[in-house]
């Protein structure tokens, strides 16, 4: 019975001894936290980055970096507040303003070549365009337009000024023009040389130029003379045709100097 009862006894021991709870694993304190974290430099760390998201935070909105300084360099048949208006970058973030954007806007008006835009800190944005140059005042429809060098049609001449000192050329076609359609660059080429040379060469004067998908270039003089050129083949000789009548004074109304049928009438009081 003693061995019985010694034996449960240390069975018991056993039991309560593997039962017994582990202790929890002892938690460093705050201020032990903190001196890790001061000496691996974790909490400067973590101190810098709070700061600089402060400071890019105060300076994405801060209101001396909106664009208020636009300077449009360049433009004469442009003007600058519509430049300005078209940029869409008044007051806007610098941050946020794509240059590259802008200048694709801007380029895709008639009358810019070419565009460049750069922005500077803190807020201001500069536009440099280099315009087409209005060369010929093509007039069509009871409208005026303006057309470069190259027979692009950038716009309608808004007033006289716009156009003072450039030829003109009336459109008897009937053909609808707008802006961003092109003019035949033969016809303007013909009627540059004709302005050129027809006075100096001929002692002809030109009143209007005209121009016609049928009897194509037509000049008319200052007397109402009628002069039929065509295209610009042959060009010397029509222009040798026209001085020599010219300087023999023959008076007349209406002349074609196209080479497939030439012509001249005299009826009608035409001084030459």
Known sequence: MQRRDLGRSLSQTRTT???RPRRAAARPGAWRVLGEALATGRLASGLVLVAALAVAAHVATAPQFRIRDI??????????ADVIALSGAAERMIWTVDTARIASMLAANHYVESVSVHAYLPDRLDIAITERRPDIRWVAGGSAYLV???GLVLGRAAAPDDSAGILAIQDLSGQPVEPGTRIDIAVLSLCRELALRLSAESGTTIATLTWHPIDGVIVTTPANQRIAIGDGSRLDEKIA???WLHDEQIAYTSLDVRPEAPFYRTDGQVRP
Request: no cysteine; glycine share 6%; hydrophobic share 40%.
């Open 17 to 19: 001894t593997r039962r």
């Open 71 to 80: 300077r449009v360099t360049g433009v004469q048949m442009l003007d600058d």
């Open 148 to 150: 470069d060098a190259a």
């Open 241 to 243: 045709v026209i001085r």
